[in-house]
């Protein structure tokens, strides 16, 4: 049975058009023995909750997902994979977590209002998911600051940190792909 990959997408007007590029690295990178799947997540105006929209639907992604998950998100999908982790019921056994540029959410607008993560946030994520951190020095889009509060809170994450490849990383994800392999032959 092939490995089961649940990619969550980052935001914007066209997140998911820019991050199949990531997710067609990652798949090239990992090879026929996984399967990734990729559902277009997007915000439903008609719902004022817009920080729940993306965790309810993580949460049913990964349940129609049959056996072990392991977890990839880009940007805003990155971020959202962990307010799902700390504030929902997992009901599956997730392998590994993948989190490739985060931002993290502040403010006082109310469109960021449910984005934000509880201030203990990293203490409500069930025991024993091994977190890796993505970073590129040059990201313009996400500050290098949320990665520094991202390596703050998660002390018990790998981090990796890339001095080149913006907020797409180049649109390759070897690396992580890298880190997929060697976590699942571990175990």
Do not use: C
Not at 35 to 49: A, G, H
Not at 56 to 83: F, M, P, T, W, Y
């Amino acid at each position: 049975m092939k490995k089961q990959v649940l990619f969550i997408q980052g935001g914007g007007d066209n997140g998911y058009e820019a991050d199949a590029k990531l997710v067609a690295s990652l798949k090239a990178a990992l090879g026929n023995s996984y399967e990734i799947s990729y559902p277009q997540l997007e915000r439903d105006e008609s719902d004022m909750e817009f920080g729940w929209q993306w965790p309810r639907k993580i949460g049913k992604e990964i349940n129609d997902i049959k056996g072990d998950v392991i977890l990839v998100g880009h940007s805003l999908g990155a971020s959202q994979i962990l307010k799902y982790l700390s504030e929902m019921k997992v009901p599956k056994r997730i392998s590994g977590v993948f989190l490739i540029a985060p931002p993290y959410w502040s403010g006082d607008e109310d469109w960021k209002k449910g984005l934000i993560l509880q201030d203990d946030f990293a203490d409500k994520l069930p025991g024993n998911i091994p977190i890796f951190l993505y970073y590129s020095i040059d990201d313009d889009v996400v500050p290098l600051e949320h990665f520094s509060l991202y390596t703050q809170k998660l002390a018990q994450a790998t981090v990796r940190e890339i001095k080149e490849g913006g907020h797409q990383f180049n649109d390759d994800l070897t690396i992580v792909a890298k880190d997929i392999k060697e976590l699942l032959k571990a175990r």
